[in-house]
């Protein structure tokens, strides 16, 4: 999926401002692709933005609990 593959792009390469415009616009396509919701609770976690961060994780857990991103994210998190 070339969305998601510029997402993980901006990602690597710092652009989390465009990186997070990538994100919302994949999921309004596809509201429950892990990957991305994954990616864009580490962008919210790099701009700051905690709350967010930790919520988007929590959300990716309510459907699949053994999501190891998700909850490698919030043991950062809440550290």
């Given at each position: 999926?070339?969305?998601?593959?510029?997402?993980?792009?901006?990602?690597?390469?710092?652009?989390f401002h465009h990186g997070q415009k990538v994100a919302e616009k994949l999921l309004r396509k596809f509201p429950n692709f892990v990957p991305a919701?994954?990616?864009?609770?580490?962008?919210?976690?790099?701009?700051?933005?905690?709350?967010?961060?930790?919520?988007?994780?929590?959300?990716?857990?309510?459907?699949?609990?053994?999501?190891?991103?998700?909850?490698?994210?919030?043991?950062?998190?809440?550290?």
């Amino acid at each position: 999926m070339l969305q998601h593959d510029e997402l993980r792009y901006d990602l690597a390469h710092g652009e989390f401002h465009h990186g997070q415009k990538v994100a919302e616009k994949l999921l309004r396509k596809f509201p429950n692709f892990v990957p991305a919701l994954n990616n864009l609770a580490q962008i919210f976690a790099m701009q700051d933005d905690f709350d967010r961060a930790i919520k988007t994780s929590l959300s990716i857990l309510e459907y699949e609990p053994d999501n190891i991103h998700a909850l490698s994210n919030l043991t950062r998190l809440y550290s």
